[in-house]
């Protein structure tokens, strides 16, 4: 069945380290991929989207593409900041939301 | 502009109690959701809403039912609490249907013991 497979955490970076959070998912057709980011005691925000293939989202630095032979949608940033502490989710849209379990990023100073 | 609240924050409950989960959206959004976070799980579709006036079950519907009171308001109703039912909900709202950016309330932690 339809299905997203996100990179296990908790995920330990120092302070301008590169950061990749790796994304497949399971879909017929052509869904819409999405990172949500969740910081602490706050509900999902939209990070960046992709609606076709080959499409690149950015957002804050962060980037992701789809890559539909790859069947991924994987999350980087070249330099992560204290600041991007926070769950990480990946998630399509094909008729139904179906999102990642998470990824839980900490960066240190 | 609020966007999307939930009432209440957070609500402990015995085993059989009944609850109502509250959401409403100030974006004129014709689609509302209700998902459920659980550890190692991400968010899992309990109930949507693709308009006023319809509702739809999600992944995991059992043990809960909606009321879409019109078009800004979606509830949720716990019948009679179980203790796998402890989880944090989370209300979203989306424009045109799932493939649209969804937007979330900041999300009602339940304990149910």
């Known amino acids: 069945g339809n299905s997203v497979t996100q990179m296990e955490g908790p995920v330990t970076l120092s302070e301008e380290a590169f950061l990749t959070i790796n994304c497949t998912y399971t879909?017929?057709?052509?869904?819409?991929l999405f990172w949500y980011v969740q910081y602490p005691g706050e509900g999902l925000q939209l990070l960046l989207k992709?609606?076709?293939?080959?499409d690149k989202g950015s957002n804050k630095g962060f980037e992701a593409t789809y890559r539909k032979e790859t069947t991924s949608f994987h999350l980087e940033k070249g330099s992560v900041q204290v600041s991007d502490s926070a769950v990480y989710f990946c998630?399509?849209?094909?008729?139904?939301?179906?999102f990642g379990a998470g990824t839980r990023l900490t960066v240190k100073p | 502009n609020a966007g999307v609240t939930q009432t209440p924050k957070f609500q402990v409950l015995k085993t059989g109690q009944s609850m109502t989960l509250q959401c409403a959206q100030d974006?004129?959004?014709?689609?509302m959701y209700w998902y459920r976070q659980d550890p190692g799980m991400g968010l899992r579709l309990i109930y949507y809403?693709?308009?006023?006036?319809?509702?739809d079950k999600g992944e995991v519907p059992n043990g809960y039912n909606v009321s879409r009171l019109n078009k800004r308001e979606f509830s949720l109703r716990l019948e009679s609490a179980a203790p796998s039912q402890t989880s944090v909900y989370f209300c979203?709202?989306?424009?045109?249907?799932?493939?649209?950016?969804?937007?979330f309330g900041p999300g009602t932690r339940l304990l149910v013991l």
């Open positions: 879909a017929t057709g052509y869904p819409s």
């Open positions: 979203a709202s989306s424009d045109q249907g799932v493939g649209e950016t969804q937007y």
């Open positions: 809403s693709a308009s006023e006036g319809t509702t």
């Open positions: 992709a609606t076709k293939a080959d």
């Open positions: 974006m004129n959004h014709n689609s």
């Open positions: 998630a399509y849209n094909n008729n139904d939301m179906r």
